[in-house]
T-cell receptor, first 114, second 114 residues
Framework: NAGVTQTPKFQVLKTGQSMTLQCAQD?????MSWYRQDPGMGLRLIHY???????DQGEVPNGYNVSRSTTEDFPLRLLSAAPSQTSVYFC?????????????FGSGTQLSVL | AQTVTQSQPEMSVQEAETVTLSCTYD???????LFWYKQPPSRQMILVIR??????QNATENRFSVNFQKAAKSFSLKISDSQLGDAAMYFC???????????FGTGTRLKVLA
């Protein structure tokens, strides 16, 4: 049971470069989301999706783009990387079932933008 | 706006002793969930315990229990018989039913002393 698979685990970018963080889940979860974790700030929601074809912005969406063409995949795109985007990124999913609501997390991506 | 506050950036506990991590939250919703997540050095986010707001009984999971004070909007985590493996960052989180958005606190780093 793979759960939430997130790649890559580590990435170094130069300012201005673009890249895509991949996220896939095999639990048939409707809800998927991306968070960034910064020291002293906890986890902050970037974008989320409540189903294929439906996405919305979270607390810190600027500089990031998402799409959800399938239930399984929810990639996060950095359009033009900036040093302020140096962070640890987590993808997470949830079934949305009231009886068992909880987030399942990927293993995280450590991103450094030079 | 919903908020989650963890006022203890760092805590220490002696092995085999008991420690309580504090969390306060604010929401105008009546149907919500509260969570404690553990993040060890591996970076993986692990669900420790979950509480539904409508349940008056405090949740327990082995050595982990919560003190849920709904009127005071307080949700503390008690770890009994602390073990070296409990050393980690602990995040308190709030989710409102049906929104699938999670709000995280800034975390408490727990050190366990041998």
């Amino acid at each position: 049971n793979a759960g939430v698979t997130q790649t890559p685990k580590f990435q170094v970018l130069k300012t201005g470069q673009s890249m895509t963080l991949q996220c896939a889940q095999d639990m048939n979860h409707e809800y998927m989301s991306w968070y960034r974790q910064d020291p002293g700030m906890g986890l902050r929601l970037i974008h989320y999706s409540v189903g294929a074809g439906i996405t919305d912005q979270g607390e810190v969406p600027n500089g990031y783009n998402v799409s959800r063409s399938t239930t399984e995949d929810f990639p996060l795109r950095l359009l033009s990387a900036a040093p302020s985007q140096t962070s640890v990124y987590f993808c997470a999913s949830s079934s949305g079932s009231a009886a068992n609501e909880k987030l399942f997390f990927g293993s995280g991506t450590q991103l450094s933008v030079l | 706006a919903q908020t989650v506050t963890q006022s203890q950036p760092e805590m220490s506990v002696q092995e085999a002793e008991t420690v309580t991590l504090s969390c306060t939250y604010d929401t105008s919703e009546s149907d919500y969930y509260l969570f404690w997540y553990k993040q060890p050095p591996s970076r993986q986010m692990i669900l420790v315990i979950r509480q539904e707001a409508y349940k008056q009984q405090n949740a327990t999971e082995n050595r982990f229990s919560v003190n849920f004070q709904k009127a005071a909007k307080s949700f503390s985590l008690k770890i009994s018989d602390s073990q070296l493996g409990d050393a980690a960052m602990y995040f308190c989180a709030l989710s409102t039913s049906g929104t699938y958005k999670y709000i995280f606190g800034t975390g408490t780093r727990l050190k366990v002393l041998a």
